[in-house]
């Protein structure tokens, strides 16, 4: 524990979760010296720390574990919005997981130093990325059509014949949104996080999270509007219906167009 207060001087995690964590790594052909010896304890610390929630670790990591691996996430792409994209993902994939997998960092064994165990992760996150084809017509409306016709049936007829420019304006509306609001609507319409987990997530209030959670949807809504108008012969009343109805969808759209396979 010395070696790990001094690394990591503002984080005071429970010696006896530590001790847990630790004792569940120590390959079981070695002694407890030599297993200490062998691994990274530093970074398990500060692994540990960061799952627990503490909000100290959750700077560090930002700090001294995400922001260095920049460098590397330029040589894939010199956008600085496409870095802070991977960075926000992986941040995400490491405290959170996605629907198929927990959090990254509770698969870290502490063989090799957490920087470098993170750059591969965001990396090849980054290279994920650039491969995948655009999606800009992925959009499954078919929960939407159905809530339509329950509304009103000359509202579904609407977007039945005018699919392809409801998915389009719906993609191109995401696509504007900035790093930060996507992956928060993804982890809160589609994985279902609370405000205050997401707040932990953040380093900020449960309040700020509410706030910037209500912002993101009215833009992307908004943004859905105009690019439906700029396609659409529709009076306002009925793109007010649209909306209205893709709002109370929100959820089902976003799973199509943000799900991360």
């Not at 994939?93 to 992760?121: D, M």
């Not at 159905?146 to 000359?154: C, M, N, V, W």
């Amino acid at each position: 524990m010395v070696r790990c207060r001094e690394a990591w001087p503002e984080i005071a995690l429970s010696g006896d979760v530590f001790a847990r964590h630790l004792g569940e790594r120590i390959p079981p052909r070695l002694t407890l010296a030599e297993g200490l010896d062998a691994l990274r304890v530093e970074d398990l610390y500060l692994a540990r720390a960061c799952l627990e929630g503490e909000r100290p670790a959750l700077e560090a990591l930002q700090r001294a574990i995400l922001q260095p691996v920049t460098r590397a996430l330029r040589r894939v792409d010199r956008s600085e919005a496409f870095a802070d994209e991977v960075l926000q993902l992986t941040r995400m994939r490491l405290l959170v997981g996605s629907t198929r997998q927990g959090p990254r960092l509770a698969e870290y064994e502490g063989r090799g130093a957490l920087r470098r165990w993170v750059e591969a992760i965001a990396v090849g996150m980054a290279l994920s990325l650039k491969r995948a084809p655009v999606r800009t017509t992925s959009l499954d409306d078919a929960p939407l059509v159905s809530d339509l016709h329950g509304a009103d049936p000359e509202l579904a007829l609407i977007q039945q014949r005018y699919r392809p420019a409801f998915r389009a304006a719906f993609a191109e509306a995401l696509a504007l949104l900035s790093p930060r609001d996507r992956n928060l609507l993804r982890l809160s319409l589609v994985q279902g996080l609370g405000v205050e987990s997401l707040g932990t997530l953040h380093q900020v209030h449960a309040s700020t999270v509410s706030r910037w959670l209500a912002r993101a949807r009215q833009a992307l809504l908004e943004g859905t509007r105009e690019g439906l108008s700029r396609r659409l012969t529709l009076d306002t009343a009925q793109l007010d219906s649209l909306l209205r109805v893709m709002d109370a969808s929100l959820a089902v759209s976003l799973s199509s167009l943000l799900d991360e396979g």
